[in-house]
Nanobody, 114 residues
Framework: QVQLVESGGGLVQPGGSLRLSCAAS????????MGWYRQTPGKQRELVAR???????YYEDSVKGRFTISRDTAKNTLYLQMNSLKPEDTAVYYC????????WGQGTQVTVSS
């Protein structure tokens, strides 16, 4: 079955960086349009970045220029490099497909605070 396992979150000061990873099994990431989502309590999950099968990339406006989505096809792993982090980036981050949701992983908590 499909399993998505996110990791790499943590507590970081404003302006800091984190690199999130999403290890996938049961699917081939490069054959899916994959995205990173985030969710804060009381709010809907929102898409922050996606990478298509052909490698084209989309970023939500608030993360443009700070976040970079990438994938390693050999490792079947999706990444999100997050730089210049802000307190408003605090959330639980998840990876999943775009057009069809697979079972959600546990997510990884990112907390940006001084």
């Amino acid at each position: 079955q499909v399993q998505l396992v996110e990791s790499g979150g943590g507590l970081v000061q404003p302006g800091g960086s984190l690199r999130l990873s999403c290890a996938a099994s049961g699917i081939i990431l490069r054959l899916n349009i994959m995205g990173w989502y985030r969710q804060t309590p009381g709010k809907q999950r929102e898409l922050v970045a996606r990478i298509s099968r052909d490698g084209s990339i989309y970023y939500e406006d608030s993360v443009k220029g700070r976040f970079t989505i990438s994938r390693d096809t050999a490792k079947n792993t999706l990444y999100l490099q997050m730089n210049s982090l802000k307190p408003e980036d605090t959330a639980v981050y998840y990876c999943n497909a775009i057009t069809k949701y697979y079972p959600w992983g546990q997510g990884t908590q990112v907390t940006v605070s001084s």
